[in-house]
Structures are given as C-alpha cells and as structure tokens.
C-alpha cells in the first residue's frame, strides 16, 4: 500500500488505528503473534520493528525487550509515534523515517531480532542488516506466496509458516462496520455519506448468516539467518 494512504490515514485518524467496534469469535491469530512475540522479546539484544506505523504497538513491546527502533516509510506515522513516545518516557525505543524501496540506514548484523506486524515483507530482502542466526517474525494477511519466496530467495532456515482463518470479526452496526473497513489498507472512506451506494454493497459482501462479519485470515511466520 502506497505510502499516501498511511500518511491519510495517519492525519485522519491520528494514526493506523480506528476506533470501531467489533467482537472477535475464535482464535485470533493477532492476539497469539502478540503473545509469542512478547514471550521472545527478552532473549534479543537488539531489536527492529518494521513499519512501525504510529508506534504504539512498539513501545507497548518495549517492556518486554532491552531496546526496539521502529522505522517507517510514512513521514506522518512517525510524527506521531515521536509524540507519544514523548509521553510515555519510555527510553528505549528510537523512531526512524526510512523506506525498505532503499537501502536501510542501518549496519551489517544490526540486529538480532526483527519483527514485521502487518508491515513490509520486502523487510526480508534486507536480510544484511540481520545477525548471523538472528530471527525474523512476522504476521500477514496477503502476500504468503511473496513472503515464502523472499524467505528462500534470501537464504534463511527454519521457516516456519501458521496460517489462521477460523476467527470472524462480528460488527453491531453498519457504522461500526464502515468505520472498521475505512481503516483496511487503501480503503475509502465509507463513513462518507457521497459513498453510501459502494458501502451498501460492502454489506451484502459481508453478511455470514444475516450478521455484518468479516473473516479473519492471517499467517504468522518466521525464519532464522543462518
Ligand atoms: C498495516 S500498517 C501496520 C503498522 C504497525 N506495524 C501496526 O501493527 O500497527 C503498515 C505500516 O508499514 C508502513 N510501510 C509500508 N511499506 C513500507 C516500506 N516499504 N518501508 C517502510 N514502511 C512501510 C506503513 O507506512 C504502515 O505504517
């Protein structure tokens, strides 16, 4: 997704988040990710979140790490993860504006763990920045053929792959449905009444047994360096 739609987004919504509300039925493989990847935090030295989006996701990890820096290929996110960093007097967590479409400002064997919530896989073709049997773990909703083969084309081992479709988001309302999809990646914004035709027909997409419900399908992965 282009880097104008997360710059949007991050205006709009003070960052990628959204305030809809939702209940998820069955394994939510977000919620699993999470728990792994603070499990597996405090066995690294240093640590590198890939597009870290607005950063409140990485300075929630950063109790359970020595140090993370996040980078992010949106100039707007990264404002705003500054701010909060700001607030949270957290201190040891850094921001950096950088895109994976160049080459990262960040040394050979840099880090021993990187991970990738939902941001860009292309984080694997710069495999240089990772150590010598350091980890890469990520979770996605697109792109496993793309990930499988970055992974092998790079040369990492014990590639691991989980995928998970049983969870469903339920929505209690239209408004709440079309706030949620406003937030997808690249998405418009349906709340905007000028959109009202196309978000009725999102609705007639997403009933599952006369509920407003989406599918959630997600893969978590993970590789090592030799
Ligand atoms: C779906 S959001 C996830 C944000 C955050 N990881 C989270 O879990 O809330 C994807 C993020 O990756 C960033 N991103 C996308 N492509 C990128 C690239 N090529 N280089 C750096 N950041 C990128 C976007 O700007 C966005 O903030």
Known sequence: MGVEWYDMI?????????????????????????????GMLPAFD??????CGHGDF???????????????NSIEMIKIAESIKQD???????????????DLPFSNGQFDFIYDRRGPTSIINHSRILCSGGTVFGIHTGALTTVKERLHNNGFINIQIEEFNSAVIYFPNETEFAKFIS????NPDYTDPSLSK?????IEENMING???????????????P
């Open 10 to 38: 991050a205006r709009r919504n003070g960052g990628y988040r959204s305030n809809a509300v939702f209940t998820i039925d069955g394994v939510s493989a977000e919620q699993i990710y999470e728990e792994r990847l603070a």
């Open 46 to 51: 240093s640590v590198l979140d890939a597009g």
């Open 58 to 72: 990485t300075i929630k990890m950063s109790r359970h790490a020595k140090s993370i820096i996040g980078f992010d």
């Open 88 to 102: 949270s007097k957290v201190n040891n967590v850094d921001f950096i504006y950088a895109t994976t479409k160049a």
């Open 183 to 186: 937030g997808m990646p690249g």
């Open 198 to 202: 196309e978000l009725e027909m999102k």
């Open 211 to 225: 509920k407003l419900s989406i599918k959630e399908y997600r893969y978590i992965w993970k590789a090592n360096k």
